[in-house]
């Protein structure tokens, strides 16, 4: 059987805005496991079933080490057990971390990035590692071979400017058709910030930007991925903002269907 390990990243140190991403692995686990649900995804993956789900718990973060030198490395040894990874932030930060475990162990990679925001500012309110910046630290470091980001809203000129230098390739929300999709050739990585979701789906975020995608769009886009999927986080889920636990339960929802496609990528 092809198991899916799960490893909770409970930091918002480097939220530019509001805090509360911290809380959210256990929410979340919490959805998963409701009784109110099914633990079946819609591709046909149980994960219910004894083993398929492997879940590290959460890092702990003492404050004497570099959280970011924690997170790589709690990273890779969940990796080196073997099987994808799915991590549930925190905020949007800690992918930049979790990339350098990632790309350790993957020569050849392409990162899908659903977000309303590019998160490629070179630094923002003077901090580099901002939730508003780690694409520039991931392209800088040659994290990734190629970096493609769904439902972006809110570019301005540096983000442009940025995105050409680093040669992002950007499916922008304005403009968009029906063909989301892009040819990748190497396994992938997904990163998923809950606000490329529009907030009448997933109103649980601190920054909320109208105009996203549907929970139907990213599970179709998500549904159509055929190389391995290595590695998946699911970030920025904010309770302090949520109604009545929503957007857990769509982080929930994508965490089984990534997870199923990674099942159903790792057996081709
Ligand atoms: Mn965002
Ligand atoms: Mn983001």
Redo the contacts with the bound molecule.
């Keep these: 059987m092809i198991s899916i390990s799960l490893l909770g990243v409970p930091n918002d140190d480097n939220s530019s805005f509001m805090k509360g991403p911290a809380e959210a692995p256990a929410l979340i686990r919490q959805e998963l496991h409701s009784d109110a649900y099914s633990l079946w995804s819609e591709t046909g993956t149980d994960f219910s079933a004894q083993g398929r789900l492997i879940d590290h718990g959460d890092i702990r973060f003492d404050g004497a080490a570099d959280p970011w030198d924690v997170i790589e490395r709690e990273v890779g040894r969940a990796m080196d057990v073997g099987h994808p990874l799915i991590c549930l932030g925190g905020d949007?930060a800690i992918t930049h971390p979790i990339m350098r475990a990632v790309r350790r162990r993957h020569a050849a990679l392409t990162i899908l990035h659903f977000?309303?925001?590019c998160?490629i500012y070179h630094a923002y309110q003077g901090n580099p590692r901002s939730?508003?910046s780690?694409f520039a630290r991931i392209m800088e470091e040659r994290l990734a071979d190629r970096l493609i980001q769904v439902g972006i809203r809110t570019n301005n000129d540096h983000h442009r400017e940025q995105i050409e230098r680093f040669g992002v390739e950007v499916i922008e929300a304005v403009g968009w058709g029906s063909q989301l999709q892009r040819p990748i050739t190497t396994p992938v990585y997904i990163s998923l910030?809950l606000?490329g979701l529009d907030p009448a789906y997933a109103p649980g975020v601190s920054h909320r930007e109208p105009g996203g995608l549907s929970t139907r769009q990213v599970i179709d886009f998500i549904h159509t991925l055929d190389r391995p999927i290595i590695g998946a986080d699911i970030?920025?889920y904010n309770p302090r903002c949520d109604i009545s636990n929503q957007t857990a339960l769509v982080a929930a929802k994508l965490l089984k269907e990534i997870g199923g496609m990674m099942v159903k990528t790792a057996r081709k």
């Design positions: 949007h977000d309303a925001h998160d939730h508003a780690p910030d606000d970030v920025e």
